[in-house]
């Protein structure tokens, strides 16, 4: 596997991993269109748990099929594949060794009333369907936080044994946001750090909306001209937010939105200095020749 200089300066910023975990986050690194340039388009497959498959897959109906979604990320010259259990074990030895896989080890669902998420994958699974890192989310600010950061710890530092990448989805949620707060720039920021304390490889959260939602931040990015004004500044300080850049840090897609709007997010996350996306509904929920389309426009804001 050759090394891009891009790439062998992130593998560097990962000075306490194992050769085995720097070998699984370069194959993210090298995999699909984008391989090499220290940028990652990862689709993730979990949204059936959080949401049922009739909101997830409706909109199309060829999504109801786990094979589709491998052979989306793949068609599509993609960076990864994240998706539960289930739903791997269902492609993981058809298209073994074609992209890099990400087994989500933790779940929600939108039955339950509690800010919560059962762990639902292991390591050994990970290791058995040939995965290359796993994938887990913390809810910052919820009543359950501090024991799904145990829970984190725990599996992360099983996987760093097996020399596995940790991917890390840090959602701030609880009893003192409310829904803007969820994405205000200070939150996001705080949830990214947090992520990269708990030790995660690869951090995921929402792109940051122009609020400092906490009155306890304001005075602090007042007063030290903290940039929010537009997208890229408030990517460029989330990524500033995760060890000064030290941590690849990739940014949610969200809820369906058009096509330009996603592309301007796409852009800011760009200019931003940001390391990629991970999107799900934004293409899975799409007609696949308009997936490809979609997918292939990302991957070109990212080559840029």
Same mark, same amino acid.
């Given at each position: 596997?050759?090394?891009?200089p891009?790439?062998?300066?992130?593998l560097? =910023?990962?000075?306490?991993?194992? $050769?085995?975990?720097?070998?699984?986050?370069?194959?993210?690194? +090298?995999?699909?269109?984008?391989?090499?340039?220290?940028?990652?388009?990862?689709? $993730?497959? &979990? /949204?059936?748990?959080?949401?049922?498959?009739?909101?997830?897959?409706?909109?199309?109906p060829?999504?109801? &099929?786990?094979?589709?979604?491998?052979?989306?990320?793949?068609?599509?010259?993609?960076?990864?594949?994240?998706?539960?259990?289930?739903?791997?074990?269902?492609?993981?030895?058809?298209?073994?060794s074609?992209? $890099?896989l990400?087994?989500?080890?933790?779940?929600? +669902?939108?039955?339950?009333?509690?800010?919560? /998420?059962?762990?639902?994958?292991?390591?050994?699974?990970?290791?058995?369907?040939?995965?290359?890192?796993?994938?887990?989310?913390?809810y910052p600010?919820?009543?359950?936080?501090?024991? =799904?950061?145990?829970?984190?710890?725990? @599996? !992360?530092?099983?996987?760093?044994?097996?020399?596995l990448?940790v991917?890390?989805?840090?959602?701030?949620?609880?009893?003192?946001?409310?829904?803007?707060?969820?994405?205000?720039?200070d939150?996001?920021?705080?949830?990214?750090?947090?992520?990269?304390?708990?030790?995660?490889?690869?951090?995921?959260?929402?792109?940051?909306?122009? @609020?400092?939602?906490?009155?306890?931040? *304001?005075?602090a990015?007042?007063?030290?001209?903290?940039?929010?004004?537009?997208? $890229?500044?408030?990517?460029?300080?989330?990524? =500033?937010?995760?060890? !000064?850049?030290?941590?690849?840090?990739?940014?949610?897609?969200?809820?369906?939105?058009?096509?330009?709007? @996603? @592309?301007?997010?796409i /852009?800011?996350? /760009? &200019?931003?200095?940001?390391?990629?996306?991970?999107?799900g509904?934004?293409?899975? =929920?799409r007609?696949?020749?308009e997936?490809? &389309?979609?997918?292939? *426009?990302?991957?070109?804001i990212?080559k840029?």
């Amino acid at each position: 596997m050759t090394l891009t200089p891009q790439v062998k300066a992130i593998l560097d =910023q990962y000075e306490s991993d194992s $050769p085995g975990t720097k070998t699984n986050l370069a194959r993210f690194l +090298n995999a699909g269109k984008l391989a090499g340039t220290g940028k990652l388009v990862i689709l $993730p497959v &979990d /949204q059936g748990f959080e949401h049922g498959p009739a909101r997830s897959f409706a909109a199309n109906p060829a999504a109801y &099929d786990p094979h589709y979604h491998f052979e989306l990320a793949i068609e599509a010259g993609l960076s990864g594949y994240a998706a539960p259990l289930g739903m791997l074990e269902c492609g993981a030895a058809k298209y073994a060794s074609e992209i $890099p896989l990400i087994l989500k080890c933790n779940s929600s +669902n939108s039955l339950a009333t509690e800010k919560d /998420q059962a762990v639902t994958g292991t390591v050994a699974d990970a290791l058995r369907l040939g995965c290359a890192g796993i994938g887990f989310t913390i809810y910052p600010g919820s009543e359950y936080c501090f024991e =799904q950061m145990e829970e984190f710890r725990e @599996l !992360a530092s099983e996987a760093k044994a097996a020399g596995l990448a940790v991917i890390l989805w840090s959602y701030p949620r609880g009893p003192l946001l409310n829904k803007p707060a969820e994405t205000a720039v200070d939150v996001c920021a705080y949830a990214a750090h947090m992520a990269a304390l708990c030790g995660a490889h690869i951090i995921k959260v929402k792109p940051p909306q122009e @609020l400092v939602a906490l009155d306890a931040n *304001k005075a602090a990015y007042e007063q030290n001209n903290i940039d929010i004004s537009t997208l $890229p500044a408030r990517i460029r300080h989330v990524v =500033q937010s995760s060890f !000064a850049g030290r941590r690849i840090v990739i940014f949610s897609g969200g809820d369906k939105t058009g096509t330009d709007n @996603l @592309l301007s997010t796409i /852009q800011g996350i /760009q &200019d931003g200095g940001g390391f990629g996306s991970i999107i799900g509904r934004n293409v899975f =929920q799409r007609p696949k020749a308009e997936a490809l &389309d979609l997918l292939d *426009k990302i991957i070109t804001i990212f080559k840029s």
